[in-house]
């Protein structure tokens, strides 16, 4: 059974951090891309960031690049987002995904003074 369980998310004043964690079970996780997506409340799914298999390769949206870093550590089956600098438009469930394997159950970032 495929498994993808986020945590770390919680509520952060702006210019705050967090860092997300998603550990993954039940499919090859080191040969799998993985992506962080996020849904914030009345808007559809965004694409956050992504990583290659290898750790390697990394992708951000145009909002997130320079504050947010994902990665990822093979050995312990798990995927990253370090989040900094957080505006309140930062705001959302984040999931973590592999496109074939499917969505985590999400874990909420709020962010608000």
């Known amino acids: 059974e495929v498994q993808l369980v986020e945590s770390g998310g919680g509520l952060v004043q702006p210019g705050g951090s967090l860092r997300l964690s998603c550990a993954a079970s039940?499919?090859?996780?080191?040969?799998?891309?993985m992506i962080w997506v996020r849904q914030a409340p009345g808007k559809g799914p965004e694409w956050v960031s992504a990583?290659?298999?290898?750790?390697?390769?990394?992708y951000y949206n145009d909002s997130v690049k320079g504050r947010f870093t994902i990665s990822r550590d093979n050995a312990k089956n798990t995927v990253y987002l370090q989040m900094n600098s957080l505006k309140p438009e930062d705001t959302a469930v984040y999931y973590c995904?592999?496109?074939?394997?499917?969505w985590g159950q999400g874990t909420q970032v709020t962010v608000s003074s």
């Open positions: 995904a592999n496109l074939l394997e499917g």
């Open positions: 039940g499919f090859t996780f080191g040969s799998s891309d």
């Open positions: 990583i290659n298999y290898g750790g390697g390769i990394t």
